[in-house]
C-alpha cells in the first residue's frame, strides 16, 4: 500500500504538537513558583495592596473641601469671581495663593457644573449641581471624623507593575501591565477570575520621604506595606469640617509643648482651652481667661492648617503659630510647626 503525505496536514499537526509542548513548558514554569508568592483573594498581601491603591480624596481638599472623595480633573471653578480651569494637581498652588492673599477677605470657590467626582474605589460619579455635590458629601462623612480611614498614602507603586496570569482550562499564561493605581486596585477585586495570580518582581515602590526601593518578592512587599501602614498610623486624611467639630466638640488641655528642642509643657498645663465656633479660643485658669483667636485652613497638598493667635499675651504668645494637623484621634490632637528650613520642629498636643 502506496502512503501519500500531505504537507499541510503536516505543517498543522507539527504546529499544534509544538504549540502544546509550549504551553504545558509555560505551565509548568509557572507552577514551579512558589505558593506564597501566589496572590490569594482575602490574603493579608491582597488586602494591604487594596488599600495602598484606594483613591486618595484627601489630596485635593483644597479644592473640594472632603476626603470623602476627590475630583476629576480638569475641572473649572470660579474662584474668588476669577474664573479658571484647574488641570492638574499642580494648580492647586493658585487657589492657595488666592486664599493667602489677604487675610481679612472672605474667599469662595464654586465648581462649574457638571462635574465627576472619584470615590475611594475609583468609581466615577456625574453632580450635576451643588445640591447634589453636598448630598454627596453628607452621605459619605464618617460618622465619627476620629475613626480614621484605611487607606495607606505613605507609600505609592512606581508603575507599570507586569502580573501574569494562568487560565488552567485553556492552559495559558498571560501577562497583564498595569499602569496605575486604579489598575491594580481593579485588578485585585477580581482575582477570583483568575486560577493563580503573580506580580513580576522586581517592582518598585516610593516612601513618603521620596527614596525609592526595589522589592523582589512577595514577602518582601507585604513586609514593607505592612510596616509603613504601622508607621503611618498617624496619617491626617480629616477634612476642615470634621477637625472643626472635633476642636469645638470638648476643652482641652496641652498636653505637650516642644519649642525647637526646649520642652515647655510647663508653662501651660494651667489652662484649659476652649475652642470656641466663632473662632474664638478662651485659655481659662481657676484666677483668669484670656481670649484669643483660631481658624482651620487647608494646605495644598490637602493636609490642615491650625493657626492660632493670642496676640502678645504671654506665654501663650509662644503658641502663635500655623501649626500643621498631624492627627485628630483618640481624644488626642498632635500639631507641629516646621523651623529652621524644616530641620527641625516645634510640636503641640492637646488632649481632652
Not at 141 to 149: A, L
Not at 307 to 323: E, H, Q, S, V, Y
Amino acid at each position: 500500500m502506496k502512503i501519500t503525505s500531505n504537507p499541510v496536514k503536516i505543517f498543522i499537526f507539527l504546529f499544534c504538537t509544538i504549540n502544546l509542548i509550549s504551553c504545558r513548558k509555560e505551565n509548568e514554569e509557572f507552577t514551579e513558583t512558589k505558593d506564597e508568592e501566589t496572590l490569594k483573594v482575602n490574603s493579608k498581601l491582597s488586602n494591604l495592596l487594596l488599600k495602598t491603591t484606594l483613591n486618595d480624596g484627601s489630596k485635593d481638599n483644597i479644592l473640594d473641601n472632603t476626603s470623602c472623595f476627590s475630583i476629576s480633573l480638569p475641572v473649572t471653578i470660579n474662584l474668588n469671581e476669577m474664573r479658571l480651569t484647574i488641570n492638574s494637581e499642580d494648580d492647586f498652588s493658585i487657589i492657595e495663593d488666592s486664599f493667602n492673599e489677604f487675610d481679612d477677605d472672605n474667599d469662595s470657590l464654586e465648581f462649574v457644573y457638571p462635574i465627576a467626582i472619584i470615590n475611594s474605589n475609583h468609581e466615577e460619579i456625574a453632580i450635576v449641581n451643588n445640591k447634589e455635590l453636598k448630598k454627596k458629601i453628607k452621605e459619605c462623612r464618617k460618622s465619627d471624623p476620629e475613626s480614621g480611614d484605611e487607606d495607606i498614602e505613605c507609600i505609592d507603586f512606581k508603575y507599570p507593575i507586569a502580573v501574569s496570569v494562568f487560565d488552567a482550562d485553556r492552559e495559558l499564561i498571560k501577562i497583564i501591565t498595569l499602569s496605575n493605581d486604579k489598575n491594580l486596585f481593579n485588578f485585585i477585586k477580581r482575582l477570583d477570575q483568575y486560577d493563580r495570580a503573580n506580580i513580576v518582581f522586581p517592582v518598585t515602590v516610593q516612601l513618603y520621604d521620596n527614596s525609592e526601593v526595589v522589592i523582589n518578592t512577595a514577602d518582601e512587599l507585604e513586609n514593607i506595606l505592612k510596616n509603613v501602614a504601622d508607621e503611618c498610623e498617624d496619617e491626617n486624611d480629616l477634612d476642615r469640617e470634621d477637625f472643626i467639630s472635633i476642636l469645638t466638640g470638648s476643652t482641652w488641655s496641652i498636653q505637650k509643648f516642644k519649642d525647637d528642642e526646649s520642652n515647655e509643657t510647663e508653662e501651660f498645663t494651667s489652662f484649659t482651652y476652649d475652642f470656641k465656633e466663632n473662632e474664638v479660643i478662651v485659655a481659662s485658669t481657676k484666677n483668669e481667661e484670656i481670649t484669643g483667636s483660631w481658624t482651620v485652613v487647608t494646605r495644598v497638598d490637602g493636609g490642615l492648617y491650625l493657626i492660632i493667635n493670642f496676640a502678645d499675651k504671654t506665654p501663650l504668645n509662644k503658641l502663635n503659630k500655623k501649626w500643621i494637623l498631624k492627627s485628630a484621634k483618640n481624644k488626642k490632637i498632635k500639631l507641629e510647626s516646621l523651623v529652621d528650613n524644616e530641620k527641625s520642629k516645634d510640636e503641640l498636643f492637646f488632649r481632652q
